[in-house]
């Protein structure tokens, strides 16, 4: 994982930023996180790597009490323009932030989103920090929601970084995470968190006739999950 004080630049081209910026919200994630309000209640969610916050402000105006981190800059700018100019009073509190060591305390939140944030950290070491800090801050029987990279992203026989098992660098140039359902299913759960048996963990971008590693857009995969 990059050193808290440095983020990749790709995350602050304002190509990139414009596209997180008027970019829909998961649908997924927002059905997950309707399931789990209560009437009279507003829970806290913690959006990780939130970017323009198109799934903070969408939270927050479900009826969460949203705060979004992110390391770039320029994400949080467009973050809080979205929610100035589109929130119709709806607020989310943005901090600048990396996955680890997170700025709150211990159980503070009741939904993690980690949509395409813990897939970036550059080491398995990095990853595991990561996972630990999302259920340090989450309370006993919070949601995770997870939209992350699949392995089979890559060919089969594709190496890791020297030393690690589920980075590799052939993706985007710089190390990322890439890892099996099994895999995924390990280290969530050392971290704490179990699956959601009532929803899928989904596969998408599948190659057509299943052929790997052909440069197309990334294998990804979503579920939900929940602090033991």
Known sequence: MAPPDEVSRRWTEPGTVHGFRTGAPNQVLLEFARS???????????DLGCGAARNALPLAQMGWDVTGTDLAVP?????????????????????????????????????????????????GAG????????????????????????????PPDEPPVAGESFVFTRFSGEPNCFL???????????????????????????????????????VIYEGTFFRA
């Not at 996955?99 to 944030?117: E, I, K, Q, S, T």
Request: aromatic residues 6%; glycine residues 12%; hydrophobic residues 40%.
């Open 36 to 46: 789990l309000l209560s009437p009279g209640k507003r829970p806290r969610a913690l």
């Open 75 to 123: 994400m949080l700018t467009a973050a809080r323009e979205k929610v100035q100019q589109e929130g119709d009073g709806a607020t989310v509190r943005l901090v600048r932030a990396p996955m680890a060591p997170l700025p709150f305390p211990d159980r503070a939140f009741d939904l993690v989103v980690a949509h395409g944030v813990w897939n970036l950290a550059r080491s």
């Open 180 to 218: 099996t359902e099994g895999e995924i299913r390990a280290e969530l759960g050392r971290a704490g968190f179990h699956r959601d048996l009532e929803a899928p963990l989904t596969e998408y971008n599948l190659p057509p006739g299943g052929l790997i590693g052909g440069g197309g857009p990334p």
């Open 127 to 154: 990853s595991r920090a990561a996972l630990a800090e999302g259920a340090r801050v989450a309370r006993p029987g919070a949601g995770l929601f997870l939209f992350t990279f699949s392995r089979r992203t890559l």
